[in-house]
């Protein structure tokens, strides 16, 4: 069964269930609490408890961490996949992350698939796959973006812009608007360009130090 059809089943809690989930807190979280095991179905229920609850109002027990709480409104409202929270429990950081993202992209996760990723390589950037746990922290940082997963195209520019981005870190500015760039080896001078011999002595010296 695919991630959007668990997503769309209404039949994990019966009518009767809910009747009785809705006048009995108790019961209802006893439901809820029995549905985060590992499976996408069990998720699913659990996530259909807590509508009710908050649709009954019900006040919600400790033993449930708030983060869970949050998750499992988002799976009710039909935002995220059940099997995120499975494929991402080693991630906390991340599976914040990828809860954020589109159905689509949530899933490409959530099956465990590997994730084509821009890497050097004699010659220029290729691409190589790569399983979410295998990939470095590096790796992770190209491949989650804010809104979504980045494909190859952006990753190259992710990586184009962060390359530049350590080059400008890399320049040193003095007080006086000089700027030595050790990357490329020399100094930047504004106008006007005079500089007496014992600054530059001490430029050179910021250059090769």
């Not at 952006?154 to 006086?176: M, N, P």
Request: net charge neutral; proline share 5%.
């Amino acid at each position: 069964m695919t991630s959007e059809m668990v997503l769309q089943r209404k039949d994990v809690i019966s009518e009767d269930q809910a009747a009785r989930m809705t006048d009995d807190a108790k019961y209802c979280f006893d439901v809820l609490q029995d549905g985060l095991d590992s499976s996408a179905e069990g998720l699913l229920m659990a996530a259909r408890a807590m509508a009710i609850a908050d649709s009954a109002g019900h006040e919600i027990p400790s033993r449930i961490s708030k983060r869970m709480v949050g998750y499992l409104r988002k799976i009710a409202r039909q935002d995220m996949l059940p099997e995120v929270l499975i494929a991402l429990d080693w991630a906390p950081s991340l599976m914040r992350t990828v809860s954020k993202y589109p159905i689509e992209d949530q899933k490409t996760v959530a099956e465990g698939k590997p994730i084509p990723v821009v890497v050097m390589a004699e010659g220029g950037w290729t691409e190589k796959p790569y399983c979410v746990e295998d990939m470095s922290q590096e790796h992770r940082k190209q491949v989650f973006g804010r809104d979504g997963l980045r494909n190859t195209s952006a990753q190259s520019s992710y990586l184009e812009s962060a390359k530049t981005d350590r080059h400008v870190k890399a320049i040193a500015v003095t007080s006086d608007g000089i700027r030595v760039d050790k990357k490329l080896g020399g100094i930047y001078v504004p106008t006007p360009s005079f500089i007496p011999a014992a600054d530059l002595a001490t430029y050179l010296g910021k250059l090769a130090g």
